[in-house]
């Protein structure tokens, strides 16, 4: 079994930045095994990729709203996988979730991941 846990999130204001993490936990959890994904919810839309990133050769795949402005990366060692954001937008207010997967290569849905963190809150004022 394995436990993801979000932090980072918070209020910021448009054009401003945050640092999100995602600690993973359990005996048996390989980060080394793992594809890493994040995910955000605003309130009355579906969850949407926001970024994705293997796990041995860390390709990487961003959704299009983001790409330019969020970098996805990992450290295996510390079983961590972070989502840097710049250049924020009140449209980029959602609740962001961090999520794992078994599934080699690039892996955009939701179904696919195996593991999920409970959610950080991003509130991006104009």
């Known amino acids: 079994q394995g436990q993801l846990v979000e932090s980072g999130g918070g209020l910021v204001q448009a054009g401003g930045s945050l640092r999100l993490s995602c600690a993973a936990s359990?005996?048996?959890?390989?980060?080394?095994?793992?594809?890493m994904g994040w995910f955000r919810q605003a309130p009355g839309k579906e969850r949407e990729i926001v970024a994705t990133?293997?796990?041995?050769?860390?390709?990487?795949y961003y959704g299009d709203s983001v790409k330019g402005r969020f970098t996805i990366s990992r450290d295996n060692a510390k079983k961590t996988a972070y989502l840097q954001m710049v250049s924020l937008k009140p449209e980029d207010t959602a609740i962001y979730y961090c999520?794992?997967?078994?599934?080699?290569?690039?892996?955009?849905?939701?179904?696919?991941?195996?593991?999920w963190g409970q959610g950080t809150q991003v509130t991006v004022s104009s």
């Open positions: 359990g005996r048996t959890f390989s980060m080394y095994d793992m594809g």
């Open positions: 999520a794992a997967t078994r599934t080699t290569g690039i892996v955009v849905a939701p179904l696919m991941y195996d593991y």
């Open positions: 990133i293997t796990s041995r050769r860390g390709n990487t």
